[in-house]
């Protein structure tokens, strides 16, 4: 079994509310400028399993901020 854990989003963890693994679901916490903050949210009870920063080209989002473009100074 590969142990991939860790490459790609995680789609389930333990909760221990639950006491059992849960499927997660995602929620985007805060935009930064390196990148944004994504929490873990229990799909059952919805507490806070984890916290997982994405930045780079790992952004599995489109950027939602126009992009500025320099050299419009005239
Ligand atoms: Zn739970």
Redesign the pocket.
Same mark, same amino acid.
Request: net charge positive; aromatic share 6%.
């Given at each position: 079994m590969p142990e991939q854990f860790g490459a790609f989003t995680a789609s389930e963890l333990y =909760?221990?509310? =639950?006491r +059992?693994s +849960?499927p997660v679901r995602e929620r985007l916490l805060l935009v930064l400028p390196s990148g944004e903050l994504y929490e873990y949210l =229990?799909? +059952? =009870? %919805? %507490?806070s399993?984890g916290k997982r920063t994405v930045s780079g080209p790992n952004l599995s989002t489109p950027p939602r901020r126009p992009v500025r473009i320099p050299g419009k100074l005239s």
């Amino acid at each position: 079994m590969p142990e991939q854990f860790g490459a790609f989003t995680a789609s389930e963890l333990y =909760c221990p509310n =639950c006491r +059992q693994s +849960q499927p997660v679901r995602e929620r985007l916490l805060l935009v930064l400028p390196s990148g944004e903050l994504y929490e873990y949210l =229990c799909s +059952q =009870c %919805a %507490a806070s399993l984890g916290k997982r920063t994405v930045s780079g080209p790992n952004l599995s989002t489109p950027p939602r901020r126009p992009v500025r473009i320099p050299g419009k100074l005239s």
